[in-house]
């Protein structure tokens, strides 16, 4: 069992064989491979997996984000190149805190799966792909009035409610 001063990480780890059993209990944890310039964090991440000399997977994972939560898994492997990949599960996201240009309001609920691969930890980000789908809760399109505009006015600004978005989504690191 392994934890620090502040008990804002622990983490409980079983060897068996060439394979141990980890589970990883943290107030905040930062994403080691983020992407240039972001701090995305997790905060009260749980998770239950394994490691080897090669991976290290979490079979389960629960934290929380965007102000919602977040769970599913993640498989880490490493050697000659790395790769990330996973499932992932997000409930009552707030969807302004991800889409915040387009959007300035909604609950989001979504499931997608995400992969990365790269010659070097740091280029992990860079190589993203994640696809999937989504439904979007009274929300709000920020700086479009559909109203006015399926009226024929020529408008900018404004803000257009709806009850309910859905849709699917793929998304790499140049595009959505």
């Known amino acids: 069992t392994l934890g620090n001063a502040e008990l804002k990480l622990a983490a409980k780890i079983e060897p068996e064989a060439k394979r141990a059993k980890i589970e990883l209990d943290a107030q905040s944890l930062p994403l080691p491979f983020s992407a240039a310039g972001t701090a995305f964090k997790l905060s009260d991440f749980s998770g239950k997996g394994s490691f080897t000399a090669g991976e290290l997977a979490f079979s389960e994972f629960e934290s929380r984000a965007f102000d919602g939560s977040l769970s ?26 991800i889409a915040g240009p387009l959007l300035s309001s909604g609950r989001l609920e979504g499931k997608g799966a995400y992969s990365m691969r790269a010659d070097a930890a740091e280029k992990l980000f860079a190589a993203a792909r994640m696809e999937g789908n989504f439904v979007i809760q009274k929300g709000t399109v920020a700086n479009v ?15 257009t409610l709806f009850s309910e978005m859905g849709g699917s989504f793929a998304a790499d690191a140049a595009r959505v």
């Open 72 to 97: 599913g898994n993640i498989r880490l492997r490493w050697g000659p190149a790395w790769a990330l990949d996973g499932e992932i599960l997000a409930r009552q996201v707030d969807v302004s805190k």
């Open 145 to 159: 009035d559909m109203t006015r505009l399926l009226q024929g006015a020529a408008t900018t600004g404004g803000s």
